[in-house]
């Protein structure tokens, strides 16, 4: 069974930073595409970065590129999110996915950004 288990949101203000992490389990992890995906209040869901957990590839939205570093432990099964320069566009429910549309995602953990 596949279980994504995301923590690390809280509430930061601008220009802050916050670090996600995400616990997988259920499949191989250091095989696979992993992703960060956000949806911001009254908003759909938006892909925010990639990464190829077995090369270590990375790329990142444009909104976000610059600020945001994705990396993943493969030994740990963890994906994590290293969130820089934080703007309050920023705030949204943050869900680590198997896909970069994020139909399968975790619960997601809550990022508010605001001063």
């Known amino acids: 069974q596949v279980q994504l288990v995301e923590s690390g949101g809280g509430l930061v203000q601008p220009g802050g930073s916050l670090r996600l992490s995400c616990v997988v389990s259920?499949?191989?992890?250091?095989?696979?595409?992993m992703y960060w995906v956000r949806q911001a209040p009254g908003k759909g869901l938006e892909w925010v970065a990639g990464?190829?957990?077995?090369?270590?590839?990375?790329n990142y939205a444009s909104s976000v590129k610059g600020r945001f570093t994705i990396s993943g432990d493969n030994a740990k099964n963890t994906l994590a999110l290293q969130m820089n320069s934080l703007k309050t566009e920023d705030t949204a429910v943050y869900y680590c996915?198997?896909?970069?549309?994020?139909?399968?995602r975790g619960k997601g953990t809550l990022v508010t950004v605001s001063s």
């Open positions: 990464i190829n957990t077995l090369f270590g590839i990375t």
């Open positions: 996915a198997r896909d970069s549309a994020g139909a399968v």
């Open positions: 259920g499949f191989t992890f250091g095989s696979s595409w």
